[in-house]
């Protein structure tokens, strides 16, 4: 915890912030916020970074197919693809889909686990039995082929896919919170505010919500690598928004155009580098947040 | 008859979960857009013909009459007929599983033998520039899409390198006896260790890092400092009072990496065209034959949840101090 709170900040925004606790002192904590920042930077700017239109096809000077270029050729800095589309626009371009699909399905996660720990850890009861037995359920669905049914059947979207992990994974959040409610709930403060008459609705979001922000924050950076890695996977399987370019697309098209076999390592390797870093920024931000949370794990 | 209420507990569980699931399947495929049967009738089908098939297969019935046939042929082992091979879904299945199983077993036995050493060696150089360069290169394992780790493997060793074939279980026109012949044949390991590696390595993070705060919280306790004291060498110390016990922790999560391997399976078993389930599950969705995705599902979702359940158990089993009171 941060010794002494020095400044309490005033506005909305700020105060979000403060309450999520990010241990910025941490230096796996930092570095993941800095990995997070640049692709973030070049998801907004990629119009402007890439140097050309990541689907269109390119064609040389003497009106041939720009294809299958190496890094470097007639300017293209990492290569062609088979169908002469340039490798570094898409990356640039595939971390919008990375970040929007990590950010909504962290973003849903966090949500309806947070809710569903909180309802399930204030009110017990037939409330818990029922939200805890949903979670045992959802335990027992294989996630993935689960995510590539609800895919395949569906009009092949990124929300889809989306939409998909949330309803499975929810349920580490959802498990977690409820048992941290569990203790929250006989604190001497939450008993003072019922002693003195604030209605169920007040201690939730006053009192309990505050406290645990931070524990929904850490399951949702976790949760943005397992929505990377899971969108990647499903877009490699052929099953992803075929209009969106993703860096599992761009894995899916070098495996379907033989890349492996022509060792065209420039056209493989950049997708799969950035979703390392970008799966890996979010553990390195939740081990930072457990070193903060759970001080003795920190060793 | 302590322990037996629990497993009780747990085992009734168990089934309710699993009706759940399979309930979860069934509306999953039965409401999914589109005529079910879509795959399976020729264009060149009459209407009589079509009208036929739908009353062959119950779907004129209504859903809930569905349901009831569904729950029933699946206690009795019916997972219908794949629309593509016109065999029983069941026979296909069990034909795939054992590859399945040979992939997912011997790669997470590799795995935690590496992870279980690997683990406790960096718990006993803790503080050490080795730690330090050794932990984010494990965390980068566990960030690496599977497929994609399997796709560099490939272009290295087998399309480079030239050390090992690029996909399938065995060479074209190879015969084997017996199913024992082939799994024993050098042909069918040097198939296996690619897809076997990319699994491995994937998976070692997980008791890597299990073992190595297990043994930084093990080698604080009373006994080992007792160990110490009477004057034990630091390999006494280390393995037979340190090692053993933070171990049983990570053997508990075996059974959890079984279930999650199973998923992952899905992804590399496409890379390498390994006929196993997880394949199955992907080209069967794609062709739209429907019973066969949905025994395939329903086979891995299974495995998933006896794992979890037996995870439960071995973890009350293990340590006294977790009860379902």
Not at chain 1, 273 to 284: D, E, N, Q, T
Not at chain 2, 161 to 173: K, M, V
């Amino acid at each position: 915890m941060p010794e002494t709170p020095a400044v309490v900040p005033r506005s909305g925004i700020a105060r979000f912030f403060n309450s999520m606790q990010l241990p910025v002192g941490d230096p796996f904590t930092l570095a993941g916020l800095i990995i997070y920042g640049f692709f973030f930077v070049m998801a907004v700017f990629a119009p402007l970074i890439a140097p050309y239109d990541p689907i269109e096809i390119l064609y040389t000077s003497d009106y041939d197919l720009a294809s299958d270029l190496f890094p470097g050729e007639r300017g293209h800095i990492l290569g062609t693809t088979s169908l002469g589309r340039d490798i570094f626009s898409q990356i640039v371009w595939g971390a919008r889909s990375a970040l929007l699909v990590g950010l909504t399905a962290a973003f849903m996660v966090a949500f309806i686990g947070s809710v569903v720990g909180l309802l399930a850890g204030y009110f017990g009861g037939w409330v818990d039995a029922v939200l805890m037995r949903l979670a045992d359920i959802a335990f027992g669905i294989p996630f993935l082929p689960f995510v590539i049914v609800i895919s395949a059947f569906f009009e092949p979207s990124i929300w889809n896919t989306v939409i998909a992990m949330a309803l499975v994974l929810w349920r580490d959040t959802g498990r977690v919170i409820r048992s941290q409610v569990l203790s929250l709930r006989s604190r001497g403060y939450v008993e003072a505010a019922r002693v003195s008459g604030s209605s169920d609705l007040k201690i939730i979001l006053r009192h309990i919500t505050p406290n645990i922000l931070p524990l929904s924050f850490l399951y949702g950076s976790i949760a943005i690598g397992w929505a990377i890695l899971t969108e990647a996977s499903i877009s490699f399987l052929g099953f992803g928004d075929p209009d969106a370019i993703s860096w599992g697309f761009m894995l899916q098209d070098a495996f379907a155009s033989q890349a492996l076999a022509r060792q065209a390592y420039h056209w493989f390797i950049p997708p799969g580098l950035a979703i390392i870093l970008v799966v890996s920024a979010g553990f390195f931000i939740s081990r930072g947040y457990e070193d903060l949370l759970f001080p003795k794990l920190g060793r | 008859m302590s322990t037996l209420k629990p497993i009780l507990i747990r085992t009734l569980q168990l089934v309710l979960v699993l009706w759940a699931v399979v309930t979860i399947l069934f509306l999953m495929f039965r409401l999914m857009p589109g005529n079910p049967l879509a795959a399976y009738i020729d264009p060149t089908f009459t209407a009589e013909q079509q009208e036929a098939l739908i009353r062959q297969f119950g779907l004129d019935k209504s859903l809930l009459q569905q349901y009831f046939t569904y729950l029933i042929n699946l206690l009795q082992g019916e997972l219908g007929y794949s629309f593509r091979y016109r065999t029983p879904v069941a026979d296909r299945i069990w034909l795939l599983l054992p590859n399945t199983l040979i992939l997912t077993f011997s790669s997470l036995i590799v795995a935690y033998a590496f992870g279980i050493f690997a683990g406790a060696f960096l718990a006993w150089k803790r503080g050490s520039r080795t730690e330090a360069a050794a932990l984010p290169v494990v965390l980068a394992t566990r960030a690496m899409p599977e497929f994609w780790l399997g796709m560099v493997l490939l272009a290295i060793f087998s399309f480079s390198l030239g050390w090992f074939p690029a996909g399938g279980t065995r060479s074209a026109g190879t015969h084997y006896e017996s199913l024992w012949q082939l799994y024993t044949s050098a042909n069918f390991l040097s198939h296996l260790a690619l897809p076997m590696l990319t699994l491995a390595i994937y998976s070692q993070g997980l008791p890597l890092l299990l073992m190595r705060s297990n043994m930084l919280d093990v080698m604080n306790e009373d006994f080992v400092t007792m160990a110490r004291i009477k004057g034990l060498s630091p390999y006494a110390v280390v393995i037979r009072h340190g090692a053993r016990n933070a171990m049983l922790p990570v053997m508990t999560s075996f059974a959890i990496s079984v279930g999650y391997q199973l998923q992952g399976n899905v992804v590399v078993e496409t890379v390498f065209s390994w006929p196993g389930l997880g394949r199955e599950l992907v080209s069967a969705v794609s062709a739209a034959d429907y019973p066969l995705a949905q025994g395939a599902f329903l086979m891995i979702a299974v495995v998933v949840i006896i794992m979890n359940l037996v995870a439960d158990l071995l973890y009350t089993l293990l340590d006294p101090r977790i009860s379902y009171a």
